[in-house]
Nanobody
Framework: QVQLVESGGGLVQGGGSLRLSCAAS????????MCWFRQAPGKNREFVAS????????NYADSVKGRFTISSETAKNKMYLQMNSLKPEDTAVYYC????????????WGQGTQVTVSS
């Protein structure tokens, strides 16, 4: 099993930036890729971005393309989400997750970190 812990959330004004971190521990050698999801109050959880653990190939939701950048430092077992040009609609709890294969569900989740963007 992989354990994940997010950090870096907070309150920021619209147009500002935040950097989220996700620290992985446990069976990290089994990770295929990691991702960020978010969930706003009253809304379904939505995909934000993902990155493969070995090759660093990234994917983004259309809503964050050009504003968010996902990255990883596999030697440190860490993943990051640099969020720029934040908008009030980015307000949500952000979760990191991992899976052991491309066709598998994300089965390891962090506890989440709150991001609040004021207008």
């Amino acid at each position: 099993q992989v354990q994940l812990v997010e950090s870096g959330g907070g309150l920021v004004q619209g147009g500002g930036s935040l950097r989220l971190s996700c620290a992985a521990s446990g069976r990290t050698f089994s990770i295929y890729d990691m991702c960020w999801f978010r969930q706003a109050p009253g809304k379904n959880r939505e995909f934000v971005a993902s990155i493969t653990w070995s090759g660093g190939s990234a994917n983004y939701a259309d809503s964050v393309k050009g504003r968010f950048t996902i990255s990883s430092e596999t030697a440190k077992n860490k993943m990051y989400l640099q969020m720029n040009s934040l908008k009030p609609e980015d307000t949500a709890v952000y979760y990191c997750a991992s899976r052991v294969g491309r066709w598998r569900d994300y089965d390891s989740w962090g506890q989440g970190t709150q991001v609040t963007v004021s207008s």
